[in-house]
């Protein structure tokens, strides 16, 4: 799952959305992605995926791109709001036996997964639109510090090593019979405890030997990345995708207050 879900993420491109500088696009993407969390009222939810919707139709990615990774974050949001719409609230719409769909709940979970799609959509626009490396070196250049980008950039390069070799390991348990024959509950959490207990210390090991590799080449003798390959001049694109969704970014926030005096 791990390697469908990350193979191919950033896709090239010529598009707006690609040529769009690092790192003003990553502020205000993010500024659009906390404008849309801060939103409490479900009359936005639908300004809030027109928006997005237009940033992604913009950046010409495929609509398989999206469909292709939206399961497993819905999955998660399916799980969380799921129940809503049958235990919270008074209002009941529909009711049979002792099922009823409640209208509060319903609201709230229209609002819940609205906010949360706009906000993956947009997450996927950035991550689609721009090489993951160029994303690390405008957090740094923004002050992240160091650690945090190199242990992030790591933890996504050994992903697939890892779902690797799960794989691997996998196979190794089915040809030695792991699911074939009958076995009882005990055995099989066994058989995984082995799979996950191994996996994990061969990836502490792997990365014992990844950190001395990298002291060796001269890790931690302070090489400057923060300006490499993000400061490029701000062209049009630039300052006009920058300029419309800081724009979008404050109407969710004005909208919000204002509908929170009426």
């Avoid at 469908?4 to 090239?12: E, G, K, Q, R």
């Avoid at 992605?33 to 009359?43: G, S, T, Y």
Wanted: glycine content about 8%.
């Amino acid at each position: 799952m791990a390697i469908a879900f990350h193979t191919n993420i950033y896709l090239p491109g010529e598009s707006p959305i690609h040529r769009w500088a690092t790192r003003p696009k990553l502020l205000s993407l993010l500024a659009l992605m906390f404008a849309i969390a801060l939103v409490r009222h479900l009359v936005l939810v639908p300004w809030a995926l027109a928006i997005v919707a237009l940033i992604y139709g913009c950046s010409r990615l495929p609509l398989t791109y999206l469909l292709r990774r939206l399961p497993y974050p819905g999955l998660f949001i399916v799980a969380m709001v799921g129940l809503l719409p049958w235990i919270s609230g008074e209002t009941v719409i529909w009711q049979w036996q002792w099922f009823a769909l409640r209208l509060e709940g319903l609201q709230i979970a229209a609002l819940v997964a609205g906010r949360f799609l706009a906000i993956v959509i947009t997450g996927f626009i950035l991550l689609g639109t721009t090489p993951f490396l160029d994303i690390l070196k405008a957090l740094r250049s923004l002050g992240l510090p160091a650690l945090l980008t190199d242990m992030t950039l790591l933890t996504y390069r050994y992903l697939y090593d890892i779902a690797g070799q799960l794989a691997t390991m996998q196979q190794a348990m089915r040809l030695r019979g792991y699911g074939i024959f009958k076995q009882t509950v005990r055995q099989q959490w066994g058989w995984l405890g082995a799979l996950f207990g191994s996996l994990l210390l061969r990836s502490y090991e792997r990365s014992q030997r990844v950190y001395k590799a990298m002291c060796l080449r001269g890790y931690g003798q302070g090489m400057n990345l923060s300006n490499t390959g993000v400061s490029r001049p701000l062209n049009g694109v630039t300052r006009l995708a920058t300029s419309l969704t800081l724009v979008a970014a404050f109407s969710f926030v004005l909208g919000e207050w204002i509908l929170s005096r009426l």
